[in-house]
């Protein structure tokens, strides 16, 4: 089982970005998949999450407006939209699988770096 996440990258500050997420290994039937960031010297961060069955999405509010968290079944992917990055959006992104029921997340990408431009 595992989660590799890419497409990270340097970018100009209100530029945008689009991080995927490729499972592998397993089905992730009404799991929710996550992406969190851990900026340099802080500690990491929730940014969003999808419901790989249902669809439905979940963002912090630090993020609302400025990213869209989408899937793609048949490619066994999860995309992370990112528009209007700031220089402070800087970090390296991973993603996450928690099955249902859980809080616990079991599966973790390797991460990716985005790295923002001022």
């Known amino acids: 089982v595992q989660l590799q996440a890419f497409g990270g990258g340097l970018v100009q500050t209100g530029g945008s970005l689009r991080l995927s997420c490729a499972a592998s290994g397993r089905t992730f039937s009404n799991y929710y998949i996550s992406w969190f960031r851990q900026a340099p010297g802080k500690e990491r961060e929730f940014v969003g999450a999808?419901?790989?069955?249902?669809?439905?999405?979940y963002y912090a509010d630090s993020m609302k407006g400025r990213i869209t968290i989408s899937r793609a079944n048949a490619e066994n992917t999860v995309f992370l939209q990112m528009n209007s990055l700031k220089p402070e959006d800087t970090a390296v992104y991973y993603c996450a699988a928690r099955p249902p029921d859980t809080k616990v997340y079991t599966t973790w990408g390797q991460g990716t770096l985005v790295t923002v431009s001022s």
């Open positions: 999808i419901n790989w069955s249902g669809g439905g999405t």
